[in-house]
């Protein structure tokens, strides 16, 4: 429930950080599991990182830990997901989405469990 505004894309050198944020509207934000995906041109959406209500537990990709971190305040309604050491094949159209609580963290990887998203933030990685 709710509108997501995903923000903080942009063009960076690889090795380089870019941290992106995503704002919830509405009192039911911990309500809902937050993650992120991201899309290239011809593939899935991919799942990329997922924080529970709590911030009790968050999985990744194999592609991006250690690398990337997810979080979020919940007292302001964000989530974020801090990337580092970016390598050009990081480059897509980076989503947030929200995923009810009711229908627990069972395939947080599935793009289609996630009830809403945000309209995607451009991240490109240059070689």
């Known amino acids: 429930q709710g509108q997501l505004v995903d923000a903080g894309g942009g063009l960076v050198q690889a090795g380089g950080s870019l941290r992106l944020s995503c704002a919830a509207s509405?009192?039911?934000?911990?309500?809902?599991?937050m993650g992120w995906f991201r899309q290239t041109p011809g593939k899935e959406r991919e799942f990329v990182a997922v924080?529970?209500?709590?911030?009790?537990?968050?999985y990744y990709a194999d592609s991006v830990k250690g690398r990337f971190t997810v979080s979020r305040d919940n007292a302001k309604n964000t989530v974020y997901l801090q990337m580092n050491s970016l390598k050009p094949e990081d480059t897509a159209l980076y989503y947030c989405?929200?995923?009810?609580?009711?229908?627990?963290?069972?395939?947080?990887?599935?793009?289609?469990?996630?009830?809403?998203w945000g309209q995607g933030t451009q991240v490109t990685v240059s070689s």
């Open positions: 509405g009192r039911t934000f911990s309500s809902f599991h």
């Open positions: 924080i529970n209500w709590n911030s009790a537990l968050t």
């Open positions: 989405a929200a995923k009810h609580v009711s229908s627990g963290m069972n395939n947080y990887v599935q793009a289609r469990t996630y009830g809403y």
